[in-house]
């Protein structure tokens, strides 16, 4: 397997909801075929279906639907498979930005747990959003220290996504 190879399956963070709440299906998807298989599909707008992040399809490593897969799932490229496929960045040096990536979000995941927000089926950008406009009571120092550790986590999390992945 050649470095480029490995980042997808090192990664998933397009799939598990770290990057996107959810995804659009492209005009030609086979919607019915795609809940045949296991995706839960909402009217997002008038005329735009979307399914919720993280992907029912994922397993944390795999898609089980690959062949299967919605158009805008084909055709994504994060940023740093982009910069790997193009020579300006190696896939060494791309795994190890997965890595910092995904340890970031499992910090805010646990961060969020902590001060109560333990929806896995949810998005992350939604987990926290919730959490976030829950009422604090500031007599709780440990409380109000978490969330604020959840909003640095946060912000650290999104600017590396930004730069890393969504360029």
């Known amino acids: 397997m050649t470095g480029i190879e490995q980042l997808c399956l090192n990664c998933g963070l397009c ?10 299906l492209y ?16 009217q997002k707008t008038k005329s735009k279906l979307a399914f919720a992040q993280p992907c029912a399809c994922f397993d944390g490593k795999l898609c089980g639907i690959y062949g299967d897969r919605p158009r805008r799932c084909r055709l994504f490229e994060c940023g740093l498979l982009k910069r790997v496929g193009t020579g300006e960045l190696s896939a060494g040096a791309a795994l190890k930005k997965i890595a910092a990536a995904k340890q970031r979000a499992g910090k805010v995941r646990e961060l969020l747990r902590s001060i109560g927000q333990r929806d896995g089926q949810m998005a992350l950008t ?24 959840l909003m640095l986590a946060v912000n650290d999390l999104m600017t590396r996504l930004h730069r ?3 360029r």
């Open 15 to 24: 799939c598990d909801s770290t990057l996107f709440a959810d995804v659009e």
């Open 27 to 42: 005009v030609g998807d086979n919607a019915k075929r795609l809940k045949q298989l296991g995706l839960t599909l909402k």
């Open 126 to 149: 939604h987990r926290y959003a919730e959490a976030m406009s829950a009422p604090i009571d500031l007599s709780d120092d440990a409380a109000a220290e978490r969330r604020g550790e």
């Open 164 to 166: 890393d992945f969504l």
